[in-house]
């Protein structure tokens, strides 16, 4: 059995039940049982709070974790990065009240900062040669300004709709942060086993985002042309129809280029093209 620790609530929370679902790992939601087992798959799920993650998989509570870039840089702990999960994106900024003229990172030397990631905010100041009190708060840092507690912020940016609310504008982004699948550096081969199972799924559901499969009837005498227009990940499947003119074309296309290939193929004669979501694909 392999035991994975997940965030207890919020984005990150909803963003990898989410992952387990659609690789077909079947866990139970509830929120009042710390640990959980999946119905149809040699995984259960550890709620945790997102900061008690890096620990718990580098301490071998917890086989693999689910955890923001930002809590696993900040915390130090020695744990494996086992693949990058490339959702729950955000950015650790320094913001500072709208109405100051911001002129540089100079600006900073003096100033007290709240921040609740010390660890990654010293080491960039450090390397920047800025001389500023660093006050730690957990939580509700935003308000430190607008309450005289400190003169900027250094927290994690999403929309910065917070930001905007609270009088506040970014002005230099520090580090980049998504989703990370960490691993705790001495699990059994039996359970590198179960996690290698859990990574192809995942990697299946990654692989099919933004992919659509496409069938149409082309026309055969443009069909060199039509296949010439279309990136698929190999050669289209061609079929041929009762119509010796025509033949069926399918092939899979990814979201970013879909409406200016199907327009391309609608001026070489393509007709009843049908599009259909692919929720896994195995390359």
């Known amino acids: 059995m392999l035991r994975i620790a997940v965030q207890s609530k919020g984005r990150l929370y909803e963003d990898t039940m989410q992952l387990l679902n659609e690789a077909d790992i079947k866990v139970s939601a509830s929120k009042r049982t710390l640990l959980v087992e999946a119905k149809n798959f040699p995984l259960e799920v550890l709620y945790l709070r997102d900061d008690d993650i890096p620990q718990s998989v580098a301490t071998g509570v917890a086989d693999i974790g689910v955890v923001g870039e930002n809590e696993f840089v900040e915390k130090g702990a020695e744990a494996d990065i086992i693949s990058r999960l490339g959702f729950s994106s955000c950015r650790l900024s320094l913001a500072i009240p709208k109405e100051i003229d911001y002129q540089g990172l100079e600006w900073f030397n003096g100033k007290t900062i709240a ?6 905010l010293n080491k960039f100041l450090q390397e920047k040669d800025i001389k500023a009190d660093v006050h730690v708060i957990m939580g509700s840092v935003e308000i430190s300004p607008g309450i005289g507690l400190a003169d ?10 917070t930001l905007v609310s609270n ?5 230099e982004v520090v580090m980049q942060s998504e989703a990370l699948l960490i691993g705790h550096a001495g699990m059994s081969q039996e359970k590198r086993e179960i996690l290698d199972q859990m990574l192809f799924r995942f990697k299946a559901v990654k692989d099919a985002e933004d992919k659509k499969y496409v069938r149409m009837n082309a026309p055969k005498a443009r069909l060199q042309e039509i296949i010439d227009v279309l990136p698929g990940l190999k050669s289209p499947t061609i079929i041929p129809l009762a119509d010796d003119e025509w033949c069926s074309v399918h092939t899979v296309l990814d979201q970013k280029q879909f409406w200016e290939i199907i327009g391309k193929l609608k001026e070489m004669g393509a007709q009843g093209i049908l599009v259909t979501p692919i929720e896994k694909m195995i390359l």
Do not use: C, H, K, M
């Not at 921040?115 to 990654?120: E, K």
């Not at 009088?167 to 002005?171: D, G, T, Y």
């Open 152 to 161: 900027a912020i250094f927290d994690i940016v999403s929309s910065g709709s």
């Open 115 to 120: 921040t609740s990631y010390p660890v990654i």
């Open 167 to 171: 009088n506040l504008r970014e002005v």
